[in-house]
């Protein structure tokens, strides 16, 4: 039985029978079995846009050739009996909690929030009465933030081939579409993740795991570097290991723990606000055209630099998405962004932000919790000045020259926009930076100045970083692990997940 790999351009709009002919004419074969590998849109070239599609393919009629195997991460059973708390329910707890069960510890998840079914109700009740519900939001609640997004599966960090791929797989087997395992840019999408985060869950708790939704840590206790127990609305939990999986937004969660030893330390974060353009106008600056067979939506990723070399750039682009309310708490106002599976929708958006020093922001040294005030300070700022959580917004090129819009415009933003100067309510150290990196982004594609910018986006990231060894545990503890996004080590998805698997992963081999 021969192998070969294959690299076909294909038109946008191609279909399977296609697909099988090319590889026989270029490979000079009949019989054979197949599957991609690797999928990616070449738009380059506006009147020649294509698929470019990597094909293994096996066949009686090739030679001989090494298959390549996908590699598959080797959990070890241990069937220890200690028990496993995992505080959050996000990528990074899911799957550090589904690796320990999987190799026999006792794992128990506890989630602040309610499972996806209530917090699906619960949003569609906020966004009907503006009555702002705590445990069933945007932020928290089974699946964590990433339940409510774009579902991006792409991440930069190195060194996670083994454990991206025990996530992808896993994915798919919970209902994610088989072709997240080759898109060069894969995603979910919120509809599909509301299905999956949920039969993700179910598989846990057939593998003898529990998950208490509605159950928040109010506080741990310690014993000489060991935490001993967690303080919930549940009552007291005894634990050998606790591993926190908190997310960027659990501000109060945060303070808790340092207020127990727990050190951590300031590192830069972004801020900024979510830009909004008609998806057609979008797609016509990239492709040329309003529409591309086969192709869902046109995404862009804009980088530029501040005045004095500031990062400014966009972030999280949700293509034919919504712009969503993503505070954590019932006095702030933030927003983020989300898009379903097919990409359909009328409006293109993506986070404009300028990175920043929390030191430079503070005009001081700061400390961990410094940043977190100032961070909440201005979300309350936005929550103020808005009423029943409209989101201040601007148009690009009035809030380039410090003109208040006087029109109001069509948007994705489900409970209302207001006019605002957000140049007077963005820190100083921002305006400038997004000035100029907006004025490079018009140049970089046509028709962005047309865009309005909309609310506050402050949680790209986390602006602290836990102190921590290599293997997860935090400094100066013996068994207390602080792992995904809220250990300032991850972002988004996949880094998250990879992050809780390692964490998981480092305690066994103890």
Not at 146 to 165: A, M, P, V, W, Y
Not at 225 to 238: D, F, K, R, S
Request: charge should be positive; include cysteine.
């Amino acid at each position: 039985m021969g192998y070969k790999e294959v690299e076909l351009k294909l038109p946008t709009d191609y279909n399977e029978g296609q697909l099988i002919r090319r590889i026989s004419k270029k490979l000079s074969i009949r019989e054979f079995s197949f599957q991609i590998e690797n999928k990616s849109l070449d738009a380059r070239k506006k009147d020649n846009i294509y698929w470019l599609v990597r094909c293994s393919v096996i066949s009686d009629e090739l030679k001989e050739e090494e298959h390549r195997l996908r590699p598959e991460m080797n959990i070890p059973y241990k069937k220890k009996e200690q028990n496993i708390i995992v505080v959050g329910s996000g990528p990074g707890g899911l799957f550090s909690a589904l690796t320990l069960q999987k190799a026999g510890f006792k794992v128990t998840i506890l989630e602040r929030g309610t499972d996806v079914k209530k917090r699906t109700s619960g949003i569609i009740n906020f966004e009907a009465t503006r009555n702002f519900d705590p445990i069933s939001n945007y932020a928290f609640g089974e699946g964590g933030a990433g339940t409510f997004s774009d579902g991006k599966l792409t991440s930069r960090s190195k060194h996670i081939n083994l454990e991206r791929q025990f996530i992808i797989s896993n994915y798919i087997s919970a209902g994610a579409p088989e072709e997240i395992s080759y898109m060069k840019h894969p995603h979910l999408g919120s509809d599909n993740l509301k299905v999956i985060v949920k039969n993700l869950r179910k598989k846990f708790e057939e593998l003898g795991g529990k998950v208490m939704f509605e159950t928040e840590v109010k506080d741990i206790k310690t014993v000489n570097g060991a935490v001993t127990e967690v303080i919930t609305n549940a009552g007291n939990l005894e634990a050998d290991h606790f591993f926190f999986a908190i997310g960027h937004s659990a501000y109060d969660t945060y303070k808790m723990l340092i207020s127990n030893g727990i050190q951590f330390r300031t590192k830069n974060f972004a801020i900024g606000s979510r830009v909004e353009h008609p998806q057609k106008l979008i797609n016509l600056a990239q492709w040329g055209r309003e529409e591309l067979p086969g192709v869902k939506a046109a995404e862009y990723r804009l980088t530029s630099k501040g005045p004095n070399g500031e990062p400014v750039f966009t972030f999280c682009m949700c293509p034919g998405g919504d712009i969503v309310p993503a505070g954590a708490f019932s006095n702030t106002n933030i927003v983020n962004g989300m898009s379903r599976y097919k990409r359909n929708g009328e409006y293109a958006n993506s986070a404009v932000v300028v990175g920043v020093d929390p030191n430079v922001l503070l005009k001081k040294e700061a400390s961990a919790t410094e940043i977190l005030n100032y961070v909440e300070l201005l979300e309350n700022k936005f929550y103020d000045f808005s009423t029943e959580y409209k989101a201040p917004f601007s148009m690009i090129e009035d809030f380039m020259i410090s003109k208040e819009t006087d029109h109001m415009p069509c948007s994705s933003y489900i409970l209302g926009l207001k006019s605002a100067p957000l140049w007077d309510m963005l820190p100083f150290e921002i305006i400038e930076s997004m000035r100029v990196g907006l004025k490079d982004f018009s140049k970089k594609l046509k028709g962005f100045e047309k865009g309005k910018l909309i609310g506050l986006e402050s949680k790209t990231s986390a602006p602290i970083q836990v102190v921590r060894e290599q293997n997860g545990l935090c400094a100066g503890f013996s068994n207390l692990y602080m792992i995904g996004e809220g250990s300032g080590f991850a972002g988004g998805i996949i880094s998250s997940a990879a992050d809780g698997i390692k964490a998981a992963m480092g305690l066994m081999k103890n």
